[in-house]
């Protein structure tokens, strides 16, 4: 059996050589393999990792976005997001904060690393203070606000590593940056 976030479906050909790729169980501790029935090449389905950023800003108080995409649409969410091929994490949380709320922002440690069985995403959250700049919205939301920690909108956030992460970061259970 293929990992439980596995997308095999997709994939038909190898990316090496063009062979067809087949189902094989290469260990018997471990999932099945797509692997080339030509080269041997091991298609290997990787997690997709994020980063979030649970950002306090200058008036205390928390920021979040409400998504203008799938999934979550119109629910609220951190400022987050994927982490390029290549790209630090802590580079990526401060680029998705740039991006989704136009806040430049210092990383003041790691709330906690969230992993779902059958969910393909990592998600890895900070907690971080705002620096400078002026809330607004790209093209993924569709409102910004700031909430105290006892107006946190609970029953509409988008994803359970939301939820769980806002309340790691309110019972401070954060590490501080080495």
Known sequence: MLHPHDEAHAYKFCPTCGGALERKLL??????????????????????????????AMSGRIVLVKRAIDPGY????????????????????????????GLDVRLDGLVNIYSYAGRAPVIIVYAATMMSGELATDD?????REFSLDEIPWDDLAFRSTREALRDYIDGRSVAPA
């Open 140 to 144: 993924e939301g569709l409102e910004i």
């Open 27 to 56: 260990k018997a501790t471990e999932p099945e393999r797509l692997v080339c029935s030509k080269c041997g090449f091991v298609f290997y389905l990787d997690p997709k990792i994020a980063v979030g950023t649970i950002i306090r």
């Open 74 to 101: 119109g629910l609220w969410v951190f400022p987050g997001g994927y982490v390029d091929r290549g790209e630090p994490l802590t580079a990526a949380a401060i680029r998705e904060a740039r991006e989704e709320c």
